[in-house]
């Protein structure tokens, strides 16, 4: 079958399909990349020979981008290393959410403009976790670079240990919402209990 022709360079990773298992520390950082899916038309030669015209079949491709590496392009047809190696990320957009980006937004980030955080995705940067671990050499690309990354780790780092406090911040408002409604059950059973006539 005839692939859809790209554009972007392209990487080859056909070996990936003979590795043992999908834990090896090369995926170690698959969270920072950037990846998306779509369906294209793909030619059915078998098909096409059959009934004597462009039989096409759409099919799932994914595209993998290294964020602030606008060369390291891969975008072929899903395979099955591909739906276990980004399983989470290929179930959602099955389900019709399409491509969600995972991280915190780079306009979460302090002093982060929103013109700042456009240009950086045209580097294939969308999340605080991206921009933290791209490489260094994007920084000859626009000023602020360094800085912007800078704070981003550091963003990070607080984040990671703040959330414990976050944590139990949730648990204590969960505590209080359920007080607050058995303390609106006791207050009702009392009033029910007040406003019921003695027998006589």
């Keep these: 079958m005839e692939a859809v022709p790209t554009t972007a360079a392209q990487t080859s990773w056909g070996s990936v399909s003979d590795a043992p298992g999908l834990d090896e520390s090369r995926f170690a950082h698959d969270d920072k990349l950037y ?3 779509y369906r294209a038309p793909v030619l059915h030669n078998g098909k096409s020979t059959e009934a004597g015209r462009a039989i096409y079949e759409e099919r799932d491709f994914i595209k993998i981008m290294v964020p602030g590496d606008k060369l390291t392009v891969v975008d072929r047809e899903v395979d099955e290393i591909d739906r276990r190696r980004f399983a989470d990320r290929y179930a959602k957009w099955k389900a019709g959410q399409g491509n969600v980006v ?15 955080a456009q240009e950086l ?12 671990a791209a490489p260094d050499a994007l920084g000859q690309k626009f000023m602020g670079f360094f ?3 800078r704070r981003a780790q550091q ?23 359920r007080i607050e409604e058995l303390q609106a ?12 006539k003695p027998e006589k």
């Design 35 to 37: 990846i998306t899916f």
């Design 102 to 116: 995972e991280g915190t937004p780079l306009t979460s980030l302090p002093r982060m403009s929103a013109s700042k």
């Design 121 to 132: 995705k045209y580097f294939n940067i969308h999340t605080v976790e991206q921009l933290a």
């Design 147 to 149: 800085e912007d990354k």
């Design 155 to 177: 963003f990070l780092d607080v984040a990671k240990g703040n959330a414990p406090i976050e944590k139990m911040n949730e648990e204590l408002k969960a505590r209080d919402a």
């Design 185 to 196: 059950q006791v207050e009702a059973i009392t009033k029910a209990m007040k406003d019921r």
